[in-house]
């Protein structure tokens, strides 16, 4: 896994989905808001299958090679979309980088007038370490939809606000049963969540009596 960026290889969207025929770096990859572009003339965006948790080290890979290559005005952005994720380990919070499209690189590049990928390009991206092949058929990729293309892009802007707390799915009036503590194996209905103190409020029934009592959210599962 790359060390710089703990993640979740869970995903939320699936690229094949937004790949379809259209005319149209951690920091070093986040564009500002005010520099958001969906398409730079002459390109369409494409996506690269590559192993999975080598996505950062493929980006950088390629992003070096078309440099030296001089390849710019072929291959535009190369992107890896990301999400700001808070957790709780040991009481304390941590934000990390969930990555929103494991085992794919997003690739901004012009094709020949046929849809296929130019000679060189093609030779500097398939001889990268951990690549796979682009989605596509007949040896051509496709290009995503212009919204998918927006969606995608949306993501690597970096948002200001806090992250929420990650995994904390509960929601009032949930059933949940307690894993751990003094309430072991207890059961009752989630009253209340703080998603900045990673807590849940459990109505509980102790001796006869609805009680509350306040737990870590890792300490409950849904039943």
């Given at each position: 896994m790359d060390p710089e960026q703990p993640t979740d290889e869970?995903?939320?969207?699936?690229?094949?989905?937004?790949?379809?025929?259209?005319?149209?770096?951690?920091?070093?990859?986040?564009?500002?808001?005010d520099e958001f572009e969906l398409v730079r003339e002459g390109m369409g965006w494409y996506v690269?299958?590559?192993?999975?948790?080598?996505?950062?080290?493929?980006?950088?890979a390629l992003e070096r090679k078309i440099k030296i290559e001089q390849l710019e005005e072929r291959v535009g952005r190369i992107l890896v979309p990301t999400q700001k994720e808070k957790r709780l380990r040991g009481g304390t919070a941590r934000i990390y980088q969930r990555k929103l499209y494991?085992?794919?690189?997003?690739?901004?590049?012009?094709?020949?007038?046929?849809?296929?990928?130019?000679?060189?390009?093609?030779?500097?991206i398939k001889e990268t370490t951990s690549v796979g092949d682009f989605i596509g058929s007949g040896g051509k990729p496709t290009a995503m939809k212009m919204p998918d293309v927006e969606k995608m892009l949306a993501a690597t802007v970096e948002p200001e606000e806090t992250p929420a707390l990650a995994?904390?799915?509960?929601?009032?009036?949930?059933?949940?049963?307690?894993?751990?503590?003094?309430?072991?194996?207890?059961?009752?209905?989630?009253?209340?969540i703080n998603t900045q103190k990673g807590t849940?409020?459990?109505?509980?029934t102790i001796f006869g009596r609805a009680t509350p009592v306040e737990i870590e959210y890792w300490q409950v599962e849904q039943i």
């Open positions: 869970s995903s939320p969207a699936t690229p094949e989905a937004a790949a379809a025929p259209t005319n149209a770096a951690e920091s070093s990859q986040q564009p500002q808001a690269l299958r590559v192993a999975s948790n080598k996505e950062t080290r493929v980006r950088e494991p085992g794919y690189v997003f690739v901004e590049m012009a094709t020949e007038p046929d849809g296929s990928i130019p000679e060189d390009v093609w030779f500097v995994n904390l799915n509960f929601k009032q009036g949930d059933r949940v049963k307690i894993r751990e503590g003094p309430f072991e194996n207890f059961e009752g209905d989630v009253d209340e849940v409020r459990v109505i509980v």
